[in-house]
């Protein structure tokens, strides 16, 4: 384990600072996900001020200069910055409850959020048609297998690829995650067409229940690179252009909420922690949620009703 020196001075300086927030995060055990993500961002940050300057030469008007540093020196869009900012804002936040620079707020700026891409109703009818078990690679058939998973729970990639083959209970309909965003394990339900697929595919794959359920070719866990890339290739193949995973939880959610779904069900099911993250759900598909408006909507109804009449 890496020593960590403080300088002759009882002011660290900001690398010092940083490295004990590292070292706070690890003692917190956050995931090394997170972990290299505040680490990584730490880079333009290191760019725009000294590394060795003392902590105490940080104060609010340096966190405005650093939004438009960069503005100026990267091609950072407005989403972006505010994910630097978050990692710089824990950092400093830390800091402050240190006593090392006095306490004020750092808030994100006001960025545009984008509408969420999804796949089409005609995207999904091509990529889960099923191929022909017989004549296709199992490369192929696992591929479809995989996208229906996603697309039949909205779990992140990282999530079904952690999955053991024991996770997957087809008497009580349900599906255990061991490891989510917030590391907090949690039970799912199975669809019945989903089960029908794994069932097949368990058939075909064999394997035993603390084997994982989408693993790489030697048996082992698959890394997240490995399937994105085939999926990318399966997607392109059929002719579609949209080939990111997280996409089918994005296509998830949508069809959720357009089906009357409610935001406290699809909460737990996405494991959000916040109903706060799954309500932007609901603001970030535009034109989707104008499907149907008037045939749900109170006014339209009574107002047919009342011409009906008359």
């Known amino acids: 384990m890496k020593k960590i020196t403080m300088s002759k001075k009882s002011t660290p300086t900001i690398q010092e600072a940083f490295e004990l927030f590292i070292r706070k995060c690890k003692i917190k055990n956050l995931t090394e996900l997170s972990i290299s993500s ?30 438009l540093f960069l503005r100026e020196n990267t091609e950072a869009n407005d989403i972006t910055i505010n994910s630097y900012l978050r990692s710089v804002r824990a950092f400093l936040y830390y800091c402050m409850e240190c006593n090392y620079i006095p306490t004020f707020k750092i808030s994100l700026i006001k960025a545009e959020k ?40 909205g779990n992140r990639i990282s999530t079904a690829l952690d999955l053991h083959i024991g996770d997957i209970n087809f008497q009580s309909g349900t599906i255990t995650l061991r490891k989510t965003k917030n590391r907090k394990q949690q039970i799912i339900p199975l669809s019945h067409t989903l089960a029908d697929i794994l069932q097949e595919y368990l058939q075909i794959r064999g394997g035993e229940d603390e084997d994982y359920l989408f693993c790489n070719e030697y048996g082992e866990q698959a890394s997240c690179r490995t399937y994105q890339q085939l999926v990318r290739r399966y997607n392109i193949k059929r002719n579609v252009n949209t080939t990111s995973c997280h ?64």
């Open 114 to 153: 984008k509408i969420k891409e999804t796949y089409t109703d005609d995207e999904l009818q091509r990529l889960l048609t099923k191929p022909d078990v017989n004549s296709c690679t199992f490369s192929t058939y696992k591929t479809w297998v995989f996208e229906n998973y996603l697309l039949g729970t």
């Open 38 to 67: 505040y680490e990584k961002k730490m880079v333009h940050f290191y760019e725009f001020i000294d590394k060795n300057s003392p902590i105490t030469a940080i104060t609010k008007d340096t966190i405005d200069d650093y939004i």
């Open 247 to 310: 996409c089918f939880r994005h296509t998830f959610a949508k069809n959720w909420i357009l089906q009357g779904g409610d935001m406290f069900r699809l909460q737990k099911i996405l494991g959000h922690s916040d109903l706060t993250v799954t309500k932007e759900y609901v603001n970030m598909f535009g034109q989707d949620l104008q499907m149907d408006f008037e045939k749900f909507n109170p006014l339209d109804n009574i107002v047919t009703k009342k011409q009906i009449r008359m």
